[in-house]
């Protein structure tokens, strides 16, 4: 994963472990002072979302634990690789995007984030500026042309 996407799910870790996790016990410790636990919808609630917190730390641990961090200011180079922002065009539709080449956890097509592992980018790796890539695409397969290789 690159730096930023490592710094991002660092600072998730951070929230849930400084904010979230003790409202949540804020809130247990408030539904129980409600009386019967057993038809308490704001306990069975505070109690879920206790669940999800502890499972999404365990799973954020995990990730950063094994996590390998790659310097894209060090990388370069006339080829796509992960690290890589392209601006492709659309030969079929005219748009062109530019896309960055991230780990699966920092993906956020929105942002223009795709991972390494999406169709597209298995396509483009190891190809050139001017260099044309199909994709398969769900509704049929799609051309773009690699208009530019940027390193940020």
Do not use: C
């Not at 223009?112 to 999406?118: L, M, Q, T, Y």
């Amino acid at each position: 994963m690159t730096a930023e996407g490592h710094a991002a799910l660092d600072a998730e870790l951070k929230r849930l472990k400084t904010v979230e996790r003790p409202s949540v016990i804020q809130a247990i410790s408030e539904a129980r002072q409600h009386g019967d636990l057993s038809e308490n919808a704001e306990y069975h609630a505070a109690k879920e979302r206790q669940s999800f917190i502890e499972g999404r730390l365990l799973e954020l641990e995990d990730k950063l634990a094994r996590a390998q961090v790659i310097d894209i200011s060090r990388l370069g180079g006339n080829t796509v690789k992960f690290g890589a922002t392209v601006s492709v065009l659309d030969e079929d539709s005219g748009d062109k995007a530019n896309y960055k080449i991230v780990g699966e956890d920092e993906a956020d097509v929105r942002a223009g984030k795709i991972s390494i592992s999406s169709p597209i980018a298995r396509a483009m790796i190891g190809k050139e500026v001017g260099d044309v890539v199909e994709v398969a695409a769900p509704g049929g397969a799609k051309s773009y042309e690699i208009l530019k290789i940027k390193w940020k």
